[in-house]
Nanobody, 121 residues
Framework: QLQLVQSGGGLVQPGGSLRLSCAAS????????IAWFRQGPGKERVGVSI????????IYAESVKGRFTISRDNAKNTVYLQMNFLKPEDTAVYYC??????????????WGQGTQVTVSS
């Protein structure tokens, strides 16, 4: 029932910024967190950041701490990922996901369609 639609992404130079959006529609009772994952070429999908639906608390992967910010707008049913000081290693397809929480993909039942972020000069 819950659907996640992503927007944003694109090509930016190293050091640049980009904001991703994840808009949710529908309802489910088993969603406690919204997370951002990313998957680079030939790599596994890994967690980037997590935000709690209930209290807005946030968690970040070490690789993005200090550079990325996850936030929510409950009135718009939207979660954002603000990405600053982007590096080439940030290049990946980014996915938003809704589910129980944690860093494991199996704990999320609802996924956005993914959006490409490319950081290159």
């Amino acid at each position: 029932q819950l659907q996640l639609v992503q927007s944003g992404g694109g090509l930016v130079q190293p050091g640049g910024s980009l904001r991703l959006s994840c808009a949710a529609s529908g309802y489910t009772s088993d969603v406690y967190s919204i997370a951002w994952f990313r998957q680079g070429p030939g790599k596994e999908r890994v967690g980037v950041s997590i935000i709690s639906i209930s209290d807005g608390s946030t968690i970040y992967a070490e690789s993005v701490k200090g550079r990325f910010t996850i936030s929510r707008d409950n009135a718009k049913n939207t979660v954002y990922l603000q990405m600053n000081f982007l590096k080439p290693e940030d290049t990946a397809v980014y996915y938003c996901a809704a589910g129980l929480g944690g860093w494991v993909t199996d704990w999320y039942d609802y996924w956005g369609q993914g959006t490409q972020v490319t950081v290159s000069s």
